[in-house]
Nanobody
């Protein structure tokens, strides 16, 4: 019923930038929050950034000052601008949406993931 699709990952050198995008579609009444998570090999999935419908944001300490999350509520899209990338940022990045469906049920939905690789 709900689908999230990410784009924008790739290979960059340390210090470079990438912009990730995620679009949600389907039987959506509203989206309470959208966020980005990442998972590196051998590590648990971790929160990178989160944005609520009202605009409040949460960032992991490791990305504060370098990454910016933004949201287009009308388009059900979320973006992650990543600047000053470090090799430690290398991971699969996943888009998440906390979605209220037209049925009034609320669930978390996940995108397929997009690989971000930062070379030194």
């Amino acid at each position: 019923q709900v689908q999230l699709v990410e784009s924008g990952g790739g290979l960059v050198q340390a210090g470079g930038s990438l912009r990730l995008s995620c679009a949600a579609s389907g039987s959506i009444a509203s989206i309470n929050a959208m966020g980005w998570y990442r998972q590196a090999p051998g590590k648990q999935r971790e929160l990178v950034a989160l944005i609520f419908s009202g605009g409040n944001t949460v960032y992991a300490d490791s990305v504060k000052g370098r990454f910016t999350i933004s949201r287009d509520n009308a388009k059900n899209r979320v973006y992650l601008q990543m600047n000053s990338l470090k090799p430690e940022d290398t991971a699969v990045y996943y888009c998440n949406g906390r979605v209220v469906a037209t049925s009034r049920s609320m669930s978390d939905y996940w995108g397929q993931g997009t690989q971000v690789t930062v070379s030194s």
